[in-house]
């Protein structure tokens, strides 16, 4: 059997030490809550500068929004895309001829 041979060792005990400092607690959550309101008051005004209808994004608004000469005579002028769908779009159907 080997010697044994004593050996000085140095143990190091690492603590987790947290700092609470209630001024970058408000910091944080006050720039979070600013960035949320501020991204709140762009959509509200994105609705209003749209007349407060909402769009889908759905293949029967784009043909709604986006129309050709033969999609503008089943298309009501008035039709700006908004929901609901009108019932005889619902009803049409539209061949992608390739």
Known sequence: MAAQNRVPVNVLNSVNVYSYSPRDLWLAYGLACGAALLSSLLGVYGIWRNG???????????????????????????????????????????????
Not at 62 to 89: A, C, F, N, S
């Open 52 to 98: 407060g209808v909402g769009y889908q994004n759905i293949f029967s608004t784009y043909i709604r929004t986006t129309r050709d000469q033969v999609l503008r005579e089943m298309i009501d002028p008035g039709d700006r895309g908004t929901e609901p769908l009108p019932k005889q779009l619902a009803e049409a159907s539209i061949i992608l001829d390739t």
